[in-house]
């Protein structure tokens, strides 16, 4: 009879019960509605062990590569670990940082070194751990074919616990803990020839800044046209950088954007508003949006409506936590 494994709980799951009635016999469910499969409310992941494919029908490739299900149609097939989306109780790798970069006032880079069994899908996230107790989430802008280690681009929060932690006092040499890579903003395989039309703002260009290039060390072929924008210019970065590597590829086009302060050197207006301008058709485009989730969002809906499928549409917004 298969053991899951949830929380501190070691539950033994009869034959012919699904894996939510047994978490359920043993008082620790997760939340759940229609119990067929689908509201999908009671979505898990699977950390250790196989769900059965039957428990991944609906959901999308990304998820499924990641180990999602749904309990209420699973059936196990052996032993599971399983845990709540972000959950915690998800593995922990030690990271040592190997270059810590200011690349503006408001922005720093970080680079990690991890063990090598670490695996990860540019644009995914991670939290990174100040303590065992704090922990903020922050997307992944390095590819893994390009370098030995993970970056991440933070942004400093005024009185952020954990943002000004890392720019005051994080230095190279010293290590911490990061959670498994998770989420589903990444280039996806079949969209070689699409047009890619990326918009992000403030350091929501970081998994932008990863999925691009993945993208392209993928022998991508359709036009990318990435729209980086910010209020200030101090809050743009690796400008440069990106202006070089359009001229490296002729299907790259990069808009930094001001939507303040604006110079000769960076288009004047909203990141998302001049690209929804300029690409008024966003059928069969795939479009990635990350940054202020107001933005983010107001911006799903207007890409759906210029023609750009819902399963199209991938994001990352940020929401950033006070303290």
């Not at 990435?226 to 070089?244: F, H, P, R, S």
Request: net charge negative; aromatic share 8%.
């Amino acid at each position: 009879m298969p053991i899951i494994e949830f929380d501190e709980n070691r539950c033994d799951c009869n034959p012919g019960e699904t894996l939510l009635e047994c978490l359920d016999r043993y008082n620790c469910p997760p939340p759940s509605s229609c119990q067929s499969g689908l509201c999908h409310t009671c979505l898990m992941r699977c950390v250790k062990g196989t769900p059965p494919e039957s428990a991944q029908n609906g959901l999308k490739d990304s998820l499924v590569k990641q180990g999602y299900f749904l309990p209420c149609v699973c059936y196990p097939e052996g032993d599971m670990k399983v845990v709540m989306p972000d959950d915690a109780a998800a593995p922990h790798t030690s990271a040592k940082l190997i270059e810590k970069t200011i690349l503006t006032p408001a922005i720093a880079r970080l680079r990690f070194a991890v063990d090598e069994d670490f695996s990860y899908i540019p644009g995914q996230y991670t939290n990174i751990f100040k303590s065992d107790e704090v922990a903020r989430t922050y997307s992944i802008a390095s590819v893994p074919v390009l370098g030995d280690y993970i970056e991440f681009h933070i942004e400093k929060i005024s009185g952020g616990i954990v943002s000004e932690w890392i720019f005051n006092t994080l230095k190279e040499g010293d290590e911490l803990q990061i959670s498994e890579a998770l989420g589903e903003c990444f280039y996806q395989a079949g969209e070689e020839e699409n047009n890619l039309l990326m918009i992000a703002t403030g350091s929501g260009f970081a998994p932008i800044y990863g999925i691009v290039r993945d993208a392209l060390n993928q022998g991508h072929t359709g036009e990318i046209h990435v729209y980086q924008g910010a209020g200030m210019a101090e809050k743009l970065y690796l400008v440069d950088e990106m202006k070089i590597l359009a001229e490296k590829h002729e299907n790259l086009f990069y808009h930094p954007c001001l939507s303040r302060d604006a110079t000769e050197d960076f288009e004047s207006g909203r990141a998302n508003e001049l690209a929804l301008t300029e690409h008024a058709d966003l059928k069969n485009w795939t479009v990635y949006l990350c940054g202020h989730p107001e933005m983010v969002k107001a911006t799903q809906r207007k890409a759906f409506l210029a023609g750009a499928s819902m399963k199209d549409i991938h994001s990352d917004p940020f929401e950033f936590a006070k303290t």
